[in-house]
């Protein structure tokens, strides 16, 4: 899928950056990331409040294969194929999917959410989350080989 023709998709939804990653391209408006051409299909940015139209449309996730196995990502899903005909409603779901990606970038500002090192003290951790910092712990804590 070229350029042009992303454009053109988009052209109701209004002005546009593409820029080049992965092979594919990334789909901007006024610096927000909200969705990916990959794959020859567009794939827009999705969370709680979105992923049930996704769904009810019978789409799926973004994914792709590496030597490990498919990886697959829920922030990104590929588009229903009617909406490459219908510039207009392909319009209203990139709102949705700008929307979705300005929620999921407050989520990371949101106070107290740290960047890399350890959780904030009271801070609820997920399974991974609580797995990493006990790792972090035990390699801190851990006396040096000899």
Do not use: N
């Amino acid at each position: 899928m070229d350029v042009e023709t992303v454009r053109e998709f988009f052209s109701a939804f209004g002005p546009i950056d593409l820029r080049r990653m992965f092979g594919g391209f990334g789909i901007y408006a006024d610096g927000v990331m909200f969705g990916i051409v990959a794959f020859d299909a567009i794939h827009l940015r999705a969370d709680e409040a979105t992923i049930p139209d996704f769904t009810a449309e019978g789409c799926r996730p973004f994914s792709y294969t590496t030597r490990r196995g498919i990886v697959e990502s829920r922030k990104l899903w590929k588009i229903p194929e009617r909406l490459y005909d219908d510039p207009d409603e392909l319009a209203i779901w990139a709102r949705k999917a700008r929307a979705a990606a300005e929620r999921l970038k407050q989520a990371e500002r949101r106070p107290g959410a740290t960047s890399g090192g350890t959780p904030t003290a009271g801070k609820k951790l997920s399974g991974r989350s609580k797995a990493a910092a006990t790792t972090r712990k035990a390699r801190s804590t851990a006396k040096p080989k000899k």
